[in-house]
């Protein structure tokens, strides 16, 4: 055997139902893997995460990590010795590690319980949950011991020795999805798994008579509306993006789902647009910026990241966090690098927009993620499709270059050179989001849900039953200000806000009631002028 490159731990699986089963450390294993298979000189190994199928008594390896990562984890530097192996394998010489899978036996859910935290207890006694709340159930012996004791100390201190079992049990444990557990000489005889962790691990993707990923009363329709109530300018290219999020949705397991690019300057809605399908779906939705995506392993944000993140947001919920939405913006910066990492980030990436599994472990959960049902949404200014690029953003004059249709969407960006037709074919949907018009910026402060103007106009008419009336020459100055800096409407909320400080300061100080707050082309530019009066 050469140089030492990887470790991992190697493991005997344990059947403990048809879907669930247990792996058990043996031995720290040291050599190289390839991914699917770790050679240690003597024997090759299948790592667990890449099994079709779970056996019993089948010898796995699993918890992988390269020398250099495991340098980094413990701060610790290898110097040939099996020091900071020992340390590693130390470490989880006795964490049992529960799997649970599917029909198909893809696993789909990794916890851990580790029985050092018992391993020194030789008591005799069964610790489980009853309406979420840790309790303990004594054996004879243990009863007997606190009945003939006479000393009130005696019996206080092994009624705390028992509290802390439970604390120790209810922070160990349950957060590991085991609800019960029963002792015997400091030996785990008994134990019983989270029925809701059941419940997410057991096939839940909907039965192909329908799916309920959706509550009925929503509606294509509805999501339009909800879109266009917060969105404008843009009603044809948002009523494509519902029909592809909604498909996606209602989609069951099997169906194809469809992802989407949004092309169109900063701060016309691109984001908004996705971020209100999710709202109105109740889907989780997490954005990251492509740019900055590299692959995992690497310092910086990974798709496993943020597919990590969106899991953590639906509370370690699999079945919702794969049905959810990513959105992806810079996405037309992929190709502004050469580098090596920006070629391994692409291939990823693909895998990601085919709906692949990716293996996420972190140390506080260990799953596999699969994008298959994952709703995919790309966003990105693509600068040189639009002609002259001094031009492009708020307020610019719209050239004879305007974008159509998707097929000319299409065909620019490949002529430009942000993708090839093969990395543009992954993507079934795409629409351009043009630069908006005067009249609309004008409707998005006065009318848009996602208006800070109207929610505060609203708001003080409610609370304050104060009239806020901006006059035209407000609004003007305010949408002169975006398009002086070229920035995009969600800038406008920002300079709003700021705008109003003064007026809402002496609102606020005074308890004004009954009263009218006029603002001014001078309010927004100067905040310490404002006309509040009397009725």
């Known amino acids: 055997m050469g140089k030492i490159k990887d470790v991992a731990i190697k493991y005997k ?26 050679d240690d000189g003597n024997e090759t190994i299948p790592m667990a995460n890449y099994l079709k199928d779970l056996t019993e008594n089948e010898i796995v390896a699993d918890r992988l990590y390269s020398i250099d990562e495991l340098e980094e984890r413990y701060d610790i530097k290898y110097d040939g010795t099996d020091f900071l192996l020992d340390y590693f394998f130390d470490d989880y010489s006795q964490t049992l590690i529960f799997i649970d899978v599917d029909a198909k036996n893809d696993i789909l859910k990794k916890n851990e319980v580790n029985i050092k935290d018992f391993e020194e207890r030789q008591f005799d006694m069964t610790y489980f949950l009853d309406k979420k709340r840790p309790m303990v159930a004594l054996g004879f012996d243990h009863l007997n011991e606190l009945l003939s004791e006479t000393d009130l100390k005696r019996v206080q201190t092994l009624l705390s020795r028992f509290k802390k079992e439970m604390e120790i049990f209810d922070s160990s444990f349950r957060k590991k999805g085991v609800t019960r557990i029963q002792l015997k000489n ?23 008579t329908e799916d309920k990923s959706v509550p009925g009363d929503f509606s294509y329709n509805g999501l339009c509306n909800y879109i266009k109530e917060r969105v404008f300018g843009h009603d044809d290219e948002i009523e494509t993006i ?13 169906d194809t789902i469809y992802s989407v690019l949004i092309a169109g300057p900063t701060g016309v809605g691109k984001t908004e647009t996705m971020l209100a399908a999710s709202e109105y779906l109740d889907l989780p939705f997490v954005e990251g910026n492509a740019a900055n995506l590299v692959p ?7 798709i496993e990241d943020i597919l990590a993140s969106l899991y953590i947001q639906t509370n370690y919920d699999l079945a919702k966090a794969q049905r959810g939405i990513v959105f992806l913006d810079e996405y037309d910066k992929l190709n502004d690098s050469e580098l090596e990492i920006k070629s391994s980030l692409k291939s990823i990436l693909l895998t990601f927009n085919q709906g692949g599994k990716f ?119 305010i949408l002169e200000q975006i398009e002086k800096d070229a920035q995009g409407m969600r800038v406008a909320n ?23 707050l006029i603002l001014t082309r001078e309010t927004a530019i100067d905040r310490t002028k404002f006309d509040l009066t009397n009725k």
Do not use: H
């Open 13 to 38: 699986v344990v059947k403990v139902a048809d879907d669930k089963f247990l792996l058990f450390p043996l031995q720290l294993l040291k050599g190289e893997c390839d991914a699917f298979f770790f």
């Open 186 to 208: 400091g030996e785990i005889k008994e134990f019983d798994l989270n029925k809701k962790i059941n419940e997410l691990t057991q096939n839940k993707q909907p039965a192909k």
């Open 242 to 254: 519902a029909k592809v999020i909604y498909k996606n949705a209602t989609a069951q397991k099997g």
């Open 494 to 516: 920002n300079l709003v806000t700021y705008s109003l400080d003064n007026a809402e300061k002496e609102i606020l100080r005074s308890g004004a009631k009954n009263k009218k």
């Open 296 to 302: 995992q392993g690497i310092k910086g944000t990974s």
């Open 359 to 477: 293996p996420i472990d972190r140390d506080e959960f260990s799953v596999i993620f699969d994008t298959k049902m994952l709703t995919r949404g790309f966003a990105g200014v693509f600068e040189l499709i639009w002609g002259n690029p001094k031009t492009l953003g708020f307020g610019a004059q719209k050239t004879e270059t305007e974008i159509k249709n998707e097929l000319e969407l299409r065909k620019r960006i490949i002529e430009k050179e942000y993708f090839t037709r093969e990395e543009l074919d992954r993507i079934r949907e795409m629409v351009a989001y043009s630069d908006l018009s005067k009249e609309t910026r004008k409707r998005i402060l006065l009318s848009s849900k996602l208006s800070e103007l109207k929610n505060t106009i609203n708001r003080y008419k409610r609370d304050y039953d104060i009239d806020i009336i901006p006059e035209e020459g407000y609004i003007d100055a």
